[in-house]
């Protein structure tokens, strides 16, 4: 569904990701690890078309993806849910939902029951304001607005930085749902490590830009992937 090959990404002249290969498969979770600055927001990025890969594949759906924009990403079926959740704190709970929309062709814009299903706070908070919701509710609508779009790659950066256990618990089962339907890849970057580790089918570590762990979980030893990403 998803290949990175040999990705190589620069800010300026300084690179942040040297030769990364990252693969996602439908009905999995593939979690991308790493310590903090090693590279993962920046692989997100070059998935989703917010900062351009210097060099190497990004491959999706069988296409070639490094040139389009992220709008057409999106309209691809590609949804991210940013790190620190960028609701719109002005725009009512529902507005916020409304604006996944912006992806879908006007036949499709509705918002499955199934969304409240998943999230049942927001379906009591839809004409609040995103700015009136707790940290945890904001991470939840978020996830929401991102599966509006009826997404087929669904990418997290760090959905539970900040968020009380409780919650964490929730979007822990919702990701786990989601993989479970088999309909989409769901990439998630993630500093939690039980968090990242219990959900993970695959999983990939960075370390100052390269790939230095990488596999199907039977496959690896969870005390050296703990090791790699420990602060
Ligand atoms: N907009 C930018 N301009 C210049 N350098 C940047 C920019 N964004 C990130 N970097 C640098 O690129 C490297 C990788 O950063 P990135 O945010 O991808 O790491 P990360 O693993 O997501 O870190 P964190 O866990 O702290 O979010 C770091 O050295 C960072 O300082």
Redesign the pocket.
């Known amino acids: 569904m998803l290949e990175v090959k040999n990705m190589n990404l620069h ?2 002249a ?1 690179q ?1 990701l040297y030769n990364v290969n990252l693969k996602c498969e439908i009905g999995k979770v593939t979690c991308l690890l ?1 310590r ?8 997100l990025r070059s998935i989703t078309g917010q900062h351009p890969a210097s060099s190497g594949e990004i491959i999706y759906d069988n296409k070639l993806i490094n040139q389009m924009s992220s709008e057409i990403r999106a309209k691809n079926g590609i949804a991210s849910v940013p ?1 620190g959740r960028e609701i719109f704190s002005q725009l009512t709970v529902h507005e916020n939902l409304m604006t996944g929309f912006s992806a879908l062709p006007r036949k499709q814009r509705k918002i499955d029951s199934e969304i409240y299903d998943l999230f049942p706070v927001l379906k009591d908070m839809l004409h609040r304001r995103g700015g009136d919701l707790s940290g945890g509710q904001q991470q939840q609508l978020a996830i929401a607005r991102a599966l509006v779009m009826k997404p087929k790659l669904l990418v997290l950066d ?1 959905p539970t930085e900040g968020i009380q256990p409780s919650i964490i618990k929730d979007i822990q089962f919702v990701i786990g749902y989601l993989r479970d339907q088999g309909e989409m890849s769901i990439l998630l ?1 993630e ?1 939690f490590f039980e968090f990242a580790w219990d959900l993970a089918d695959d999983l990939t570590v ?1 370390d100052r ?1 390269q790939v230095v762990l990488s596999g199907a979980k039977a496959t690896l030893d969870k005390e050296k992937v703990r090791q790699a990403v420990m602060v």
């Open positions: 800010y300026g300084s942040a790493g903090n600055g090693v590279g993962k927001s920046s692989t790190q760090e970057v500093q960075l830009g």
